[in-house]
């Protein structure tokens, strides 16, 4: 690399549940700049989670529920292109630490967008339930890339 590596911007936390992941969630969330609507649509999301597991006796909250329905769908492997002689090989490789959690991100709020709930809040909120239960699409789409990694386990000395 011929330029030097760029630095990290220091993210500030949520005023509501003071996490700096939160914060991360909801920039990958918003869209055309508007971080307050965004904040609006997580926070009212969380709220509709505390309501539907109202009735489960192991008191979970929004707020963890959402963090172990992202550690359920985090990546730790997937398949990169690579050219060998001609032919393209997809190789597993593991995923780095700041991409896991980009990625996680990314699907959660790509499948909940897909969903057929009413609101935005809805949607990611009935999304953010199904991948803490391990289940629904962005579960489903990191069980697809480990068995595509899987798969092409036959490839890995590959890896550059």
């Not at 709220?47 to 109202?54: H, P, R």
């Not at 006796?57 to 359920?72: I, P, Q, R, V, Y």
Request: net charge positive; hydrophobic share 40%.
């Amino acid at each position: 690399m011929r330029r030097r590596k760029a630095k990290k911007i220091a993210i500030l936390p949520d005023p509501k549940f003071n996490d700096v992941q939160v914060t991360k969630f909801v920039n990958n969330m918003m869209l055309d700049g508007k971080k307050n609507l965004a904040f609006k649509i997580f926070y009212e999301a969380m709220e509709i989670v505390d309501k539907k597991l109202e009735g489960n006796e192991d008191e979970a909250t929004g707020l963890s529920t959402w963090k172990k329905a992202l550690d359920n769908i985090t990546p730790n492997v997937e398949v990169r292109s690579r050219r060998v002689g001609g032919a393209t090989f997809q190789i597993p490789t593991p995923v780095r630490e700041g991409r896991k959690q980009s990625l996680g991100m990314k699907w959660l709020i790509g499948y909940s967008r897909k969903r057929n709930e009413k609101t935005m809040a809805q949607k990611l909120a009935a999304e953010v339930i199904a991948a803490a239960k391990e289940e629904g699409a962005a579960y489903k789409k990191k069980e697809d890339t480990l068995r595509m990694a899987e798969a092409n386990k036959a490839f890995s000395h590959f890896r550059f």
